[in-house]
């Protein structure tokens, strides 16, 4: 019997997080492999390297790190007649919003993370691996450096591996703290010591064209654990977790308004809006009630409290879907137009104000733009800069307007996905709170004409 310093709640099915304040449980290696640590290896080492990416596509494991595309599939995507090296990268960023689960497993658990990429990189023919960790986990780093050396000493990182024949070295790198470098070429180009420019796909997809322009396999640290528990149980009895085309377990990190908030792992799609925000987190504080959620880290589309979703059958036919009984899973979440994403569920109540949430959110999104498509650079800023005059009583309603033109501009005409996740928050706010952002503004009379011009005076006035 395990027990918990945080007992579990009784919807919870611990498998990536079974370690996870555990009493007696530490990061070390003696206590990882007295728990059974590594034997995962040594099965999967007796396996062909092709037997093992079949079984990840058998398991159906989806990326956790917010695209959710097949792991298996990722994989097979290296080409057949590759002769360059082949590199894994752990995209150890963490950086969306309202999510904080990674780095739990890099804190307590950094072998079963070890664990997890030595079996992909035998899988992919990977002889280096990195681990791209956020400069804001100095600790984890620390530790992470330390599990990789106590694994060295027992001989399951560098030459020879269990007398396989198999060579594999891996390395922690820190970013800077860039949120744009949780874009897999973005990070790529980071690990090169360059500026995190996302690449253009096609043609740099980096299963070809990667590090290096090397064939390169990104995965988070979230789905590299999952594969030391497929080759444990096979893929086809790790699907029976889960749901059909959602298999396995996922971490949801639930933050925000709610009595319960924090980290729980469950059976993908078996666990509904309702069932995760009442009855494991407590529901909302007291005398207060839910309003929207964003459910899948700062750049889902946010979802209101009362909201019921018409969807398509396989049939064809229609069928609704109150808001509460939407299945937490990658599908469902996508057919009610946001999506799984990295897992971080934000819970706001009634006393929220939404322009101040959606100021929040520009404001996020204009410092972290890397600046690389003029789109993205000019309408980030531009989004906050109108936002900061709605929360500031300076706003007309023609503001919402341009507000929701500029979103709409950005949204699709970027290299990569930071324009979408800059724009959509914005986009469903505005669809589905207008009213009251338009209860923020004042008649085009009461408003400065031009706010920026007077923000100048008043800096120069001031600092005189």
């Not at 002769?83 to 658990?109: A, M």
């Not at 020879?160 to 922690?172: A, K, P, R, T």
């Not at 988070?220 to 030391?228: A, D, P, R, W």
């Not at 377990?249 to 925000?256: E, F, K």
Request: a negative charge.
């Amino acid at each position: 019997m395990i027990s918990y310093t945080k007992q579990p709640h009784e919807r919870e099915y611990r498998l990536i997080f079974k370690n996870i304040d555990r009493e007696g449980w530490d990061p070390s290696i003696g206590t990882y492999m007295s728990d059974g640590g590594y034997d995962d290896l040594k099965k999967a080492f007796k396996m062909a390297p092709k037997e093992i990416t079949d079984e990840v596509k058998k398991s159906g494991l989806r990326g956790r790190g917010g695209a959710g595309f097949p792991t298996g599939l990722k994989w097979s995507f290296i080409p057949p007649k590759n002769t360059k090296p082949v590199y894994l990268i752990c995209n150890g960023d963490e950086s969306e919003p309202g999510t904080f689960k990674d780095r739990y497993i890099v804190h307590q658990d950094p072998h079963q993370l070890i664990e997890g990429m030595i079996i992909s990189c035998f899988a992919t023919g990977a002889h280096k691996a990195y681990i791209y960790l956020r400069e804001e986990f100095p600790e984890a780093a620390l530790i992470i450096e330390k599990a990789i050396e106590e694994a060295r000493e027992k001989g399951f990182v560098g030459n020879n591996i269990l007398g396989s024949g198999f060579d594999l070295e891996i390395y922690v790198h820190r970013g800077a703290g860039a949120y744009i470098c949780g874009e897999e070429t973005g990070l790529i180009e980071s690990l090169e010591g360059k500026r995190p420019y996302p690449r253009i796909k096609p043609p740099y997809f980096p299963a070809a064209l990667g590090l290096y322009m090397c064939p390169t396999i990104v995965n988070n640290v979230e789905s590299l654990c999952h594969v030391k528990h497929i080759i444990r149980m096979g893929g086809e009895e790790y699907s029976k977790l889960g749901v059909t085309r959602n298999t396995g377990t996922r971490i949801l990190c639930v933050s925000g308004d709610v009595k319960k908030p924090g980290y729980f792992e469950v059976e993908v799609g078996k666990v509904t809006m309702r069932e995760l925000l009442y009855d494991m987190c407590g529901g909302p504080k007291d005398g207060r009630e839910i309003k929207a959620v964003i459910p899948g880290g700062s750049s889902s589309k946010i979802l209101k409290a009362d909201e019921v979703f018409k969807l398509k059958n396989p049939d064809g036919s229609e069928r609704e879907l109150a808001f509460w009984d939407i299945p937490m899973d990658f599908d469902s979440l996508a057919a009610c137009g946001t999506m799984a994403g990295s897992g971080g569920v934000i819970v706001l109540d009634d006393t929220r104000k939404m322009s101040w949430v959606l100021n929040n959110l520009n404001a996020f999104y204009a410092h972290e733009s890397c600046g690389q498509c003029t789109p993205c650079r000019e309408g980030s800023t531009w989004m906050k800069k109108i936002s900061d005059r709605l929360v500031e009583g300076n706003a007309t309603a023609k503001d919402i307007d341009t507000l929701e033109s500029v979103a709409y501009q950005i949204d699709g005409r970027t290299i990569c996905a930071f324009g979408e996740a800059s724009s959509w928050p914005v986009e469903a706010i505005i669809a589905k709170f207008r009213d009251e952002l338009l209860a923020d503004t004042k008649p085009e009379g009461e408003v400065e004409s031009n706010p920026e011009a007077a923000a100048q005076k008043k800096f120069l006035v001031e600092t005189q």
